[in-house]
């Protein structure tokens, strides 16, 4: 394949190669290894996690007032671009092989967009085969140009002379060159949430919503939609064998429906069992990747809870590995919207209906809580906010992605609740997590419809309106201040959790409609 129109020289190159194929160079020069399921087992070196700080999106006339810029969006020059573009191709040019791996971002075709990545680890073509939409024969042959290339030169470092950075790793994007550039590191979720990045700033343009969530379908055709940050259950609540999975982490609202922008899936794989998630733990088979585990050198067993690489231990797999999903991986207009949080504060109820205003204020505020023993220095719970759960990967400000939910959920009559999957019966320390059991059971009577008809009583000072009762979950759960012993200590916790919401809201406040101001805490 002739790369000559981005400076590269090499002429080594595959394109969309067999997974078989991808296996054979990954365990001959990648340092790889097969599990004793057959998934491909590697390592990410240095950095086994995203580099946020790192980021930097180009500073250009065509799409600077767009951008919501700041600590998420930090501004790059065009010429420091350059410089980080001609040193991914110099790397490329002298790699012994280039991997050209093209496919499609979103099931749509209305609204998908065409993507090539250029790597040189097996590993990572072998990931991006799986987390894109790989074209069919026919459809590579008319691929064409793609309207955004990834170069991935993550083997070599960033300039450390280059002003712009703060370490040696880069990840960089150029709106107006429809480029986007890794120097630095080898993880490879950061292509994953570069292509996402990208997505965000393309489909609210076309008036079409994108977001960090998982989706999946009913046995009538109803859609849910699960927004939550790292550990509250949106990837193993969505995932279930009663319901069709539409996706696990990436999703865009037209105005047909929701489609994924994924062809795979990235699961967390710590403490992966088969009795809590069969349909992950199943997945993880040939053509599987695995980033980061830990394996019985003999009989390449994986010890799911070794976190001594790291906690982010992933899988990557195509979404066809799960039994139950829709293929093609979109529905129709959700009916229900859920906010999941694990507040390890105990205040906050297990579930509770939303008015759209509250829906919008907890969508930009995107809560949840870090626990003791997370961090160095953490010794109690802590409030850590994320705006439309996914912070990191918005381009737009916070509020346009919110009001885009409103609009779609008046127009579309969709339900939004908040779902805790943290603690009952007190905070971290004192209560207990919620257990999987009487979540799943919320969630049951959510789709069922339950929910919406049963009585409710109103949290005082978030505005919550609470059901009172559940199938299969006890009354006392429901309503935290009956299940803690000591309610004045529960007053006080959540008056102290209200009032953080309030203060990480300020930096939305100027911007926010009063709608959203509705929506937001009695403190």
């Known amino acids: 394949m002739n790369l000559s129109q981005y400076g590269i020289t090499q002429t080594n190159v595959e394109r969309n190669p067999a997974v078989a194929h991808l296996y054979e160079d990954a365990l001959q020069s990648d340092n790889a290894r097969i ?24 500073e250009e006339t065509l799409t600077s007032e767009d951008i919501w810029w700041g600590n998420v969006n930090m501004k790059i020059d065009a010429d420091s671009f350059r410089h980080n573009r001609q040193r991914a191709i110099d790397f490329l040019n002298h790699a012994q092989k280039i991997y050209v791996i093209d496919g499609f971002a979103g099931w749509d075709p209305q609204y998908r967009v065409k993507v090539r990545v250029l790597c ?81 700033y393309l489909m609210p343009k076309q008036g079409v919503l994108s977001m960090h969530c998982s989706a999946n379908e009913g046995p009538d055709g109803d859609v849910s939609l699960f927004f939550g940050l790292s550990g509250t259950g949106k990837t193993t609540l969505s995932t279930e064998a ?117 829906a919008m204020y ?49 127009e579309h009559g969709s339900r939004a609740w908040l779902v805790n999957t943290g603690w009952v019966g007190g905070g971290y320390g004192i209560g207990k997590r919620m257990s999987i059991k009487h979540t799943r059971a919320v969630i049951d009577a959510i789709h069922s419809g339950e929910l919406a008809e049963v009585p409710t009583v109103t949290d005082p000072v978030f505005g919550l309106q609470i059901p009172t009762r559940c199938k299969d979950v006890p009354a006392e759960v429901l309503i935290p201040r009956n299940g803690w012993e000591d309610t004045a200590a529960y007053d006080a916790t959540l008056l102290k959790l209200a009032e953080a919401f309030r203060k990480n809201f300020e930096k939305y406040a100027d911007s926010a409609s009063p709608e959203i101001l509705a929506g937001s805490p009695r403190v």
């Open 35 to 58: 599990s004793s399921t057959g998934a491909l087992m590697t390592t990410s070196g240095e950095k086994t996690g995203r580099s946020p700080k790192d980021k930097r999106v180009v």
């Open 120 to 200: 040189t680890r097996a590993y990572h073509a072998l990931f991006m085969s799986n987390m894109l939409i790989m074209p069919t024969a026919e459809e590579l042959a008319d691929f064409g140009e793609p309207d955004y290339v990834i170069f991935n030169a993550g083997l070599f470092p960033a300039d450390p002379e280059l002003g712009s950075h703060t370490s040696q790793t880069s990840v960089s994007l150029n709106f107006q060159a429809r480029e986007f550039v890794i120097l630095g590191t080898q993880y490879a979720g950061e292509m994953k949430k570069g292509i996402f990045t990208i997505m965000n």
């Open 242 to 358: 009663h319901r069709k999975l539409i996706g696990d982490d990436e999703h865009c609202w037209t105005n047909e429906g929701v489609f994924n922008i994924e062809g795979g899936c990235y699961a967390k794989c710590i403490h992966l069992s088969k009795d809590s998630e069969p349909e992950i733990y199943n997945a993880i088979r040939f053509g599987t990747v695995l980033e980061n585990v830990i394996a019985d050198p003999q009989n390449r067993e994986v010890d799911y809870d070794d976190k001594s690489l790291t906690e982010n231990t992933r899988a990557a797999y195509p979404l066809t590995y799960i039994p139950n999903t829709k293929i093609p991986a979109w529905g129709g207009h959700p009916k229900n919207i859920i906010l999941l949080t694990c507040d390890a504060f105990g205040v906050l109820p297990p579930v509770s209906r939303l008015t759209p205003e509250q």
């Open 362 to 410: 907890h969508f930009i505020s995107g809560y949840t809580a870090k626990v003791a023993g997370t961090e160095v220095g953490i010794k109690e719970p802590v409030p850590e906010f994320s705006a439309c759960y996914g912070a990191a990967f918005l381009v737009w400000h916070p509020t346009k992605y919110a009001e885009l939910l409103a609009a779609k959920m008046k």
